[in-house]
């Protein structure tokens, strides 16, 4: 098995969030893909295999991360997009068989990748006890973001209440299916992007993920009704940062970004 750490939602190595991605002829057993997940110890490690032709996708793809088998990621979906069309694997838009459907990944001319995802339904909810002391900030909305990623959507103040976000992870794992989102408006859209978020997801295993595609498909309606614009892009202010660009198109939610390569080798056992 050839094995690669992809950086996603980034153009610069050891930035944005790294993924495994393993192309396979079949899929092993659960507790195989478990097994490497947890070796790999990223956020999400993908594995992909090649489907017979004719069919609605191209290749069947699930996520994992080093506790759990997700329904739906973002940064992932675009590593390996990327690894199939640096290495010649697939030319042109890919469609994968996913939980979470058939999802399209688009190479562009300058290099990026576009992703076809399902918008989030949003549902208001009441802050659940326990929340804003488990963040160290009392949110201003929270919002239920449904079946796809399961996650508490909660926005704070201001930029600089989400960047210093110091939460308890543990407490946090009571609070929602996946985990939550803390989001804000940019406090200087001139710096080219138009909001901020956090993801923490201890429940699944990862207390801060550092770039979360899934999570912009509850963040791009979200900010898009508020700033009265489809098309917006948005900062995931983690230590290791990155850039999603979105475009909401009623259910779809297109996430660009790019991706690098940074290691490649053999899976021995």
Not at 39 to 54: C, K
Not at 126 to 136: K, N, Y
Not at 169 to 180: D, P, T, W
Request: proline share 7%; glycine share 10%.
């Amino acid at each position: 098995m050839r094995i690669r750490i992809v950086d996603a939602f980034t153009d610069r190595p050891f930035s944005g969030n790294p993924a495994g991605v393993l192309l396979l002829d079949a899929f092993p057993g659960d507790d195989r893909l478990q097994n490497v997940a947890l070796e790999v110890n990223h956020a999400e490690t993908a594995f992909a295999h090649r489907l017979p032709g004719g069919g609605e996708a191209d290749w069947a793809l699930r996520w994992f991360t080093p506790a759990a088998e997700v329904d739906l990621c973002g940064h992932a979906t675009l590593a390996t997009a990327h690894v199939l069309h640096t290495t010649g694997a697939h030319d042109g838009p890919v469609r994968f068989a996913t939980r979470s459907g058939v999802l399209v990944a688009t190479p562009r001319e300058d290099g990026s990748i576009t992703l076809d995802f399902p918008t989030a339904l949003l549902t208001a909810v009441e802050l659940p006890d326990g929340v804003a002391e488990a963040l160290g900030a009392e949110p201003l909305t929270a919002f239920d973001t449904g079946p796809n990623t399961g996650d508490l959507l909660v926005e704070l103040p201001d930029e600089k209440t989400v960047r210093s976000l110091a939460p308890d992870h543990k407490a946090l794992v009571a609070h929602s299916e996946r985990g939550i989102i803390a989001t804000a408006r940019a406090e200087d859209p001139t710096r080219g992007y138009d909001f901020v978020s956090r993801c923490f997801f201890p429940r699944i295993g990862v207390d801060e993920d550092p770039v979360t595609g899934s999570a912009h498909t509850a963040l791009a309606p979200y900010w898009s009704e508020r700033l009265g614009r489809p098309d917006l892009t948005g900062l995931q202010a983690s230590p290791r940062s990155g850039r999603v660009r979105t475009e909401l198109r009623g259910d779809r939610t297109l996430l660009t970004g790019r991706a690098v390569t940074v290691i490649e080798g053999e899976l021995l056992t």
